[in-house]
């Protein structure tokens, strides 16, 4: 953040050749810079570039209200707070002014009367994009007094009448004035509270009381809805949904190189509690956040699940977090010194995602079931696409002479490996499933021992090992 201009009168302001611009004109601007110089013009959101990104700076460029449409978890209200980034870093406001008004245009009555006392005296303050941003989460006791504004009965207390504009408390929608504002899950909003935004939309200003008060707002509207045959809560009312310039459908990722993306941004213990684990190895190898991503896709597309409802990508974030978790109870317990999650933790997925699923009524009571196949049938997928034309005879063959190896939630990577003795071909096991890791230092054993466990694993899903499972432990052999 750089520091704020050093200018706080309307004399200074006007002598630094500052141009009043709208909220959307300023947003436009800022775009068409971005697209020029080939800038992410809306960095950290992930799976959108092709799609749903092209839709919103086209509705920015145009000057249009929008609304996103979208299951759960499509990362509507991320992309609606990254717009702010298009904002101007400092914009100047009257100092006090309730609604943000800019020193060349005030709006209230009482910063105009205050406007003409002062003159080119006016005090002027600088307000950051990061404080232009406002949110409400719709909801049924959501009120016309929340969004828009109501009489303060405090200031008719002291005296001043009912008639005085100054009675006015103000609600969200009109203190966000001259940034951007967003309404999520806008169906959830009574039909009669959604009326409430009608001028705010078309004529752009507000209404409270009666009053005979014109506030001419200056703000981009975004909003944010589920599909509206899913939710049965509401609907967005026709006279609204009309004046919304654009409306944007959001998706999931559509390829699992950006599903894989999107969990590596956003889980927070991917790389350990203080951003990387010890000497920078992963506390969750890449064929495990693999499996996690392809075991949230295999979900998503089951027919056991309501499509209608949808799988959000929180899904395979927490998912990715419990198997972090695992792998730290284990550590913790046996005391290795970096946790580096295995095949074993993959299990505690399972009861940790019920609760983010929604079957259809037939399949209600196999949710355990479903889900554990799914999961077995990502690990499947990625075994073979990681471990595709390597010999793993040699390993097992090991079994094949009547070596069996009990592994689990809590046995340690050294007790893993020491019942293996030497493993043929570990590097070369190493370099398919975790070429980018350094393959030294403490995290050696714990990347080693994940590596064998995913083959071992992948030889019994592909019927050429036995497993025994109970209570947390597996048994593999020939």
């Not at 597309?301 to 109870?329: C, L, N, Y």
């Not at 940790?352 to 990502?378: I, N, P, Q």
């Amino acid at each position: 953040m750089t520091d704020a201009p050093d200018i706080h009168t309307l004399a200074a302001l006007r002598a630094s050749g500052h141009i009043h611009r709208g909220v959307k004109a300023e947003v436009r601007e800022n775009l068409i810079a971005r697209l020029a110089a080939g800038e992410p013009t809306l960095p950290g959101i992930v799976g959108f570039d092709d799609t749903v990104v092209p839709e919103i700076e086209r509705a920015l460029l145009a000057g249009h209200d929008i609304v996103l449409l979208g299951e759960r978890g499509q990362g509507k209200t991320r992309l609606i707070r990254t717009l702010t980034g298009l904002l101007d870093e400092w914009t100047p406001v009257i100092a006090g002014s309730e609604l943000n008004e800019h020193p060349y245009a005030p709006i209230t009555p009482a910063t105009i009367r205050r406007a003409a006392d002062e003159g080119d005296g006016l005090a002027v303050s600088w307000r950051h994009r990061s404080d232009r941003y406002g949110e409400k989460l719709a909801t049924p006791d959501t009120s016309v007094g929340d969004l828009i504004g109501d009489i303060d009965p405090i200031k008719v207390a002291e005296g001043r009448s009912l008639g005085d504009p100054d009675t006015v408390h103000y609600g969200l929608v009109p203190r966000t004035n001259r940034g951007i504002f967003a309404v999520n899950e806008l169906p959830d909003l009574a039909e009669r509270i959604q009326v409430a935004l009608l001028n705010v939309l078309e004529e752009r200003d507000i209404q409270v009381r009666g009053y005979q008060l014109r506030l001419p707002l200056d703000l981009l509207l975004i909003a944010s809805a589920n599909p509206e045959d899913y939710t049965n809560r509401g609907r967005i009312i026709t006279p609204l949904k009309d004046r919304f310039g654009a409306e944007v459908r959001t998706h999931y990722p559509l390829e699992l190189s950006d599903e894989l993306e999107l969990i590596a941004q956003e889980a927070a213990v991917l790389w350990g509690a203080e951003g990387e684990s010890a000497h920078g190895a992963p506390l969750v190898p890449s064929h495990l956040l693999e499996v996690v991503g392809r075991f949230a896709r295999a979900v998503r597309e089951a027919p056991q699940v309501d499509q209608r409802s949808g799988v959000s990508a929180r899904f395979a974030i927490a998912a990715v977090e419990t198997v972090a978790a695992s792998a730290v109870r284990r550590a913790a317990i046996t005391g290795e010194t970096v946790a580096v999650a295995r095949v074993a933790d993959l299990a505690s997925v399972i009861p940790a995602s019920r609760g983010k699923v929604e079957f259809d009524d037939a399949d209600s009571g196999r949710e355990f079931e479903v889900l554990d196949h799914l999961l077995r049938r990502a690990i499947a997928e990625t075994s073979r696409a990681r471990l595709a034309g390597l010999d793993l005879r040699p390993l097992q063959a090991k079994f094949d002479e009547g070596l069996l190896v009990q592994t689990g939630d809590i046995v340690s990577a050294d007790a893993l490996l020491e019942q293996l003795g030497t493993i043929p071909g570990l590097s070369d096991l190493l370099e398919r499933l975790e070429p980018d890791s350094v393959h030294e230092g403490p995290a050696t054993v714990g990347i080693a021992a994940a590596a064998v466990e995913f083959a071992l694993e992948g030889l019994y899903l592909n019927k050429r090992l036995a497993k025994e499972s109970a209570g947390g432990r597996a048994v593999y052999g020939a």
